[in-house]
Each structure stands twice: as C-alpha cells, then as structure tokens.
C-alpha cells in the first residue's frame, strides 16, 4: 500500500538552512478519505443525532410555534404614460418593467409605508400586535422589526405582478395584515399619481394664463406696427409672383433706369461718330440722301442731257466749235452747282443730326434724373416696409410661439384631466384578497429532516477533521514526508499489532520472532541504510531520538542484529549514562544479579582512564556481535563523551568491526549526543508515533542540522495500524505470504 511504502531517500530534498522546512503540503484525497474512514463511527453518530434533533426541532416548533404565510397579488402597469389621445403602439422593455416592479416592491417595504401599516386600527386590534407587550412605543417598534423579517413584496421577472406575503402564527391575522397593506398601497398610489396630476393641472392652467396674456400683448404690439407705418400687407408673400407694389415699382425704376443708362451710353456714342462725321468724308448714308435731293436728281437729268447734247454736237461739229464749246460750259456749270448743291446738304445734314443726337441726350438727361428721384423715393419707401416686416415678423414669430405653446398646454391639459380620471393612472390595479393559508409554511419536514442530517453529517465530518488537525505526533510516512522533510528508512509497526511478537522483549523481535512483520521492517532498516548514497561509508552509526522512551535502544539493538545476520562483526556502545539498557538486555551470567545496577566496568570506566579496550568490550551470547556497557554514572559525562578517548575507541573500533552501532542519550534532553554525532558517519532518528510531537522531531533535526552532523534518516518506531490503510492490508498480505512459505518449505 502507498501508506506503507518507505519514502525514497532520493525524493526527499534536504532543505536548506539550519532547520526544515515545516511548511505543509496540502492533504491528498486519499490522505482526506483515511482520516474519514479512521472516525467513521464518529461521523455516522454525529449524522444520526443530527438526524433526530432536526426532528425533534419540527416537532417542537410544529407544535408551539406554528407560521402561517399568506400571499397576494399587486398587478403592475408599464411605467409609460399613456397618451389619451393616441392609440398606444411602444412596447417598454422588460428589463424596465421589472425595474419598475422592483421600485414599486421597495415602495411597499419601506419604512414609511410599514410604520402606516402599524398605525391602521385593523393592525392594532390584532392579537399579534398586542403581544408585542403593552408600552406603546416599544410595541411599535417590536412591530416594526417583525415586519421588516416577516414582511415580503418581491417583483416577478417574467410576470407583472408584486407578490405580498406575511408570516405569523395566526392564518387569520397573516391574511388580514397582507391585505391591510392591500388597500393602504393602492389607495395611497392613487392619492399621489392624483395629486402629482392635480400639481400638473394647476401649473399648467397658470402657465396658460401666462401665455394667454403673452399672446393677448403681441397681437397688440401688431397691431401698433401695422398702425404707425399705415401699411396693413405687411406679411411676407409666399408666393414667387406675390410681391408688393412697392417692391414691383421699384423694379420697375431699376429697370426703366438701367433701360435709360444704356440708351444714353448709346446717344453718347452716337454723338461722338456725328461729331467725326462731320469734319470728315462723307458716308453712304448722307450719299444717299444727297442723291435722293429732288435739286441733286433735277441737275442730274439736266447733266445727263446737256452731256448727250455735248457728245453729239462734238461728233457734227468738233471739239472748237463755238457750240461745242457753249455745251461744255453748261455741263461746267452744272456740275458746279451739282457740287455746291452736294457739300450745302451735306453739311445741313450732319449738323442736323449731330444738333438731334445733344438734344436728344439732353432729353434723356433730365429724364434720367426724374427716374432717380423717383427711384429714391420708392426706394426709401422700400426701405420703411422691410423695417415695418422685421418688426412685424418678431412680433408674428413671438405671437405664433406663444400660439403653439398655448395650443399645446391647453393638449396637455386635457390629457391630465383625462388621466385624472382613468383608473390605469396609478400604475397598479387591485387583483384580489389574500385567502387565509390552508396548512402551515413553518416548520417544514422537508427542511428540517434533510437539514438536521446534513448539519450532523458536516459536524461529523468537522469533529473528524478537527481531531485530526489538533494531534501533532507524528504518526505516518506522510507526516515525515510533509513536515520533516527527511530521509525515512523504515516504519516499525507497533508490537500490539503483531500477534508474532506477543510476549517477546522488543530488543530481541529480530532474533525470536524473525517472520514476523516488525521483524522485516528492521531488515527493511538495514536494507536502505545500505543502499543510500552514503550507504558504503555508514560503518559508525548514532541511533539517538528526541526524547527518552521513543524505542531508540530497541531499534540499536535490533538494526546490530540484521547486520550480524549478514555474517557482519558489530559492535554495540551503550553511551546512554542517565538511563543504560544494553546491560540488562545483555546480562553477563556470572552477575545476574547485579543486573539492575549495571556493570563494574563500562564505556564510563574507560573515557575515565580506569580500564582498556578488553575489559570493556563482552560477547552479547550472539556469534559477531559485542556489546559495550554504559559503565557507572560519571560527573561529566558530557566532556568524557566529547574527549580524545571517545574519538579514538570509535575510529580504533571502526577498524575492527563492520559496523559500530551507538545507542545515544536523547537529543533534546543531553547536550552530549549532538557530540557523538559529530564523531560517526551518520544518525539514525527514531520518532514514536504514538509520543514524539512535530515540533520536538523538527527541533531534534534543527540541533544535528546546526552541529553539521551528518542525518542518515529516521524510523517510525511503534506504528498503529488505522483506518485508512496503515499497515493493517499489509499484516494480513505478509502472513498470507509467509504461509505459503513456510508450507512450501514443509
């Protein structure tokens, strides 16, 4: 079994420092069930009179305090505010309903509305408020406090209801105070939803007030407008075409002088080409009106026939005819006067025209100005009327405010004086009474039954926990490997355990009970000193522990016999002056006698001078293996155990014998075993599980540790077998073992 095992020397680090480490691991499941299994009977006792008190509980309380639970319901209407004129349509979220729920449940328990509750005649006249004593104010607040325990209202989630309930020892009275709070919830809701709408009411309609007034003075500061400017369209047209007349004849101006610009800019121009036409060539157009000339045409047709004539007279008669030359001067002359005649209209002409162009710039001069008064006039005009519409505008946009403002007060009015009278208004409605509870809510089996066994199961279980926790000896493998923190060599079980080892002296269950279980725990000893690390060099060994009567002898005595079992020479030293034993366990025939009171010579005898190496050391009556008694008590035994003669037998010894084995003086109590265990290879610590405490086995490992004296482990001396696994599988494993042993060597 795991418990049983020994602990690998290898797995167990030395810590380092002058001491352990004590720190503990956490238990281990198995370790959690053996510690159960070992106070079994503890736990089933504490389950069964858990078991019964729970009980005995419901039956007492079923009987002399019986509670009684009565329930109710409040329905809870969305927190919105209908609109009374409208169809609703909005869905409020459920989270928000049931925050609504949950508010409306605080409401009911609050301080207020339970101290109302007390003051209702219904309440007072109930027998569970007179027995709350016969000092008014006491009983109030005993009252009070009763209701803030026994008193609920809770919020569904997934419902639209607050669940009342109350808890007394009267049906009856449970039922009535539930529907007490009823009609005190519900009435005062509508009270204040009706005040808190009447509040609304009188502000609103004094608001209307206001704005009636408002509206009353900015249709007279209108009307004031419309009269000081005497114009009475003062609305801005909406329409694109839909414009004043002012505005239309100013455009009208603008345009007809912007006409007038441009004409002028035009008779300008004009002017200034007659002005050059008139000292330079002339045109097509004075051409032509020159040609038009009924004088021009007449001299024309007069020249036209006067040079036929010429060109026929000069074909009959010749260019120096007195005729011919006659014709030509007529055909001078009129060409002459057709010259004359042609430059008179020509200049007639163009100073006609340049003498119309300045008079018509002038014309249109004046006429330019006229319009610029006029434009002006209109302009300012213009002017007035956009300042009369900014007035008039503020006036209409704050008369049109207060219009809609007064429009939608006098809605909301309407809609508060409907509300007024809806009976959803108070967000809660009446569902129904609570009925007087048919059977009790208090005590239930159900509870007390399961519970008490379960309180007694955990108790159990705690009391085991407990006990285990408090015991600090250290009594398993896992308490050396959690909190020593050192080499386990081997576990010794507990001689009550093995019916081989009954009647025989501990010191010699090696040698007389060899099949025994205890018997191989020492070979199991020997076994691992051989095979630890330092196992070669482990010829000197120190068997000492922390306190007296902790085994360490019996483990000596029985380690030097496994190794005279190999055929190995060892020596035995009792070193222990306080309290010897090897003379007693190894009694010398010729002094039986004296067997009490020690012997003459001993290891005192010889670190005093008084004796040598042979008169000390005796046969034990087991072939290889010697035995030095402790000797009478010395006065010093501290500075005899620590002088040259005890360093010098134990080197001169080691020579001799295989294995010089130490039975040591406690640790704790004697100062001089941290001394021989600075003068052999190695200590072996023997820890009783049934007496060695973890502080006294951590401090034991702290002085050798302190001493740098080298630890070759420990053994668990006198082991109980316990519920959960320590040693009892193995007693019955080995002997089954040994019988098919023995019965194959039968």
């Known amino acids: 079994m795991a418990e049983e095992r020994q602990i690998s020397p290898s797995r167990i680090p030395r810590p380092s420092g002058a001491g352990p480490a004590v720190a503990a691991a956490p238990l281990s499941p198995k370790e959690v069930f053996a510690m159960l299994r070992r106070h079994v009977w503890l736990t089933i006792s504490m389950t069964v009179l858990g078991f019964v008190a729970g009980g005995a509980a419901w039956y007492l309380l079923l009987m002399y305090f019986p509670q009684y639970n009565a329930r109710t319901f409040i ?44 003051d209702r005649d219904k309440i007072q006249q109930t027998e569970w408020f007179k027995g709350f004593g016969k000092i008014r104010d006491k009983r109030i ?44 919830f519900l009435a005062s809701q509508g009270a204040t939803k009706k005040e808190e709408i009447a509040r609304k009411l009188a502000g609103l309609i004094e608001q209307q007030d206001s704005l009636q007034r408002d509206l009353d003075r900015a249709e007279a500061a209108l009307a004031d407008v419309r009269a000081a400017t005497g114009l009475t369209d003062l609305e801005r047209p909406t329409g694109r075409y839909l414009r004043h007349t002012i505005e239309l004849r100013l455009d009208d101006l603008e345009l007809e002088q912007n006409t007038m610009t441009l004409e002028l800019r035009q008779v300008e121009a004009d002017i200034k080409n007659l002005e050059e036409l008139a000292t330079g060539p002339i045109n097509e157009q004075i051409a032509h009106q020159i040609e038009t000339d009924p004088v021009m045409v007449v001299l024309a047709q007069r020249l036209a026939f006067l040079e036929s004539e010429l060109a026929g007279v000069l074909t009959k008669f010749g260019e120096n005819h007195r005729v011919v030359r006659q014709t030509q001067e007529l055909v001078e002359e009129i060409r002459q006067e057709r010259a004359l005649r042609k430059a008179e209209i020509a200049e007639q002409t163009r100073q006609s025209n340049l003498k119309d162009g300045q008079n ?31 007035q008039y505008e503020q006036r209409t946009a704050i008369r049109d405010e207060r219009k809609e403002m007064l429009d939608e007060v006098k809605g909301q009015i309407e809609k508060l004086k409907i509300m007024h009278d809806d009976p959803e208004t108070p967000k809660v409605q009446f569902v129904g009474y609570a009925p007087e509870p048919l059977g009790v809510s208090s005590p239930r089996w159900e509870f007390y039954f399961p519970g008490g066994t379960v309180l007694g199961l955990l108790s159990g279980i705690g009391l085991a926990f407990l006990i285990e926790l408090l015991n600090d000896l250290v009594r398993t493998p896992g308490d050396v490997a959690r909190f020593l923190r050192i080499r386990l060599l081997a576990v010794v079980p507990d001689a009550a355990e093995d019916a081989q080892v009954r009647g025989i002296d501990h010191c010699w269950i090696v040698r007389k009970a060899p099949y025994s279980v205890i018997s191989e725990s020492y070979r199991r ?28 002898t019996s483990v000596a005595v029985n380690l030097a016999t496994t190794f005279v079992a190999e055929d190995k020479r060892v020596l035995l030293i009792d070193t222990n002056f306080w309290r010897p034993r090897l003379h007693s366990i190894f009694s010398r025939p010729q002094v039986e006698q004296e067997a009490d009171e020690g012997s003459e010579f001993g290891l005192s005898t010889l670190l005093t001078g008084l004796c040598g190496y042979r008169e000390i050391i005796r046969p034990s009556g087991i072939e290889g293996f010697d035995v030095i008694d402790s000797g009478p008590l010395p006065p010093n035994p501290a500075e005899l155990l620590g002088g040259p003669q005890m360093k010098q037998l134990v080197k001169h010894q080691r020579e001799i014998y295989d294995y010089v084995v130490i039975d040591g003086p406690p640790l704790l109590l004697v100062s001089a075993a ?3 265990a600075k003068l052999v290879d190695g200590t072996v610590l023997v820890f009783n599980a049934g007496s060695t405490r973890r502080g006294a086995a951590v401090r034991t490992i702290r002085d050798l540790r302190d001493v740098n004296a080298e630890i070759a482990g420990c053994v ?9 696994g320590y040693f009892t599988a193995e007693f019955r ?7 098919l042993q023995l019965a194959h060597s039968i």
Not at 151 to 161: K, L, T
Not at 525 to 544: A, I, P, Q
Not at 716 to 724: D, N, P, Y
């Open 674 to 676: 941290k001394i021989l």
């Open 733 to 739: 494993s080995y002997q089954e073992y040994q019988k």
């Open 716 to 724: 668990l001396f006198a082991v109980k077998a316990m519920k959960g």
């Open 360 to 390: 018509r710039l002038v014309v249109l001069q004046e006429r330019y100005v006229e319009l610029e008064k006029l434009r002006q006039e209109v302009e300012a005009k213009k002017r007035d009327l956009d300042l009369a519409r900014v």
């Open 75 to 118: 329905r809870v209407l969305p927190p919105v505010e209908k609109d009374p004129m409208t169809i609703p349509s909005a869905q409020v979220q459920k989270d928000i309903q049931y925050g609504y729920r949950v508010s409306m449940a605080n409401l009911i328990t609050q301080q207020s509305t339970l101290q109302r509750l007390i």
């Open 141 to 184: 607040q005993k009252a009070f406090k009763t209701l803030r325990r026994k008193f609920g209202a809770s919020a569904q989630r997934d419902g639209e209801f607050i669940v009342l309930s109350m808890t007394c020892s009267d049906r009856i009275e449970a039922a009535l105070i539930v529907n007490e709070m009823v009609d005190l």
């Open 525 to 552: 000893l020997r076994t691992n000193l051989k095979l630890s690390d330092s196992g070669e060099s482990l010829k000197t060994l120190l068997v000492s522990s922390g306190s007296g009567g902790d085994g360490k």
